[in-house]
């Protein structure tokens, strides 16, 4: 196996696993949304704190899972653009 080979596989796991990350996260967020009964008036302070917990995890993956994207992407244009 090349270096590059086992590049490519580190970063997809990391990639997958932000991902399935982000997945669950709003999967938890629209169960708790549609299958928990709340009052119509105002969220328990718990509740608060759990989505503000989630929101937070959710933004953190998709900048990692864009950054790592962009890096990787950026990398290989650029080789491209090197080898023409």
Avoid at 2 to 15: G, I, K, M, Q
Avoid at 19 to 45: C, K, Q, T, W
Wanted: glycine letters at 8%; one cysteine or more.
């Amino acid at each position: 196996m090349t270096t590059e080979e086992l590049e490519v596989r580190v970063w997809s796991v990391v990639v997958l696993t932000l991902n399935f990350i982000l997945l669950g996260s709003v999967a938890a967020i629209l169960y708790a949304v549609m299958f928990v009964e709340h009052d119509m008036e105002r969220i328990s302070p718990i509740d608060q704190q759990f989505l503000s917990i989630l929101k937070d995890i959710m933004l953190l993956c998709i900048g990692a899972v864009g950054g790592l994207v962009g890096r990787k992407g950026a990398y290989a244009a650029a080789n491209l653009m090197t080898k023409r």
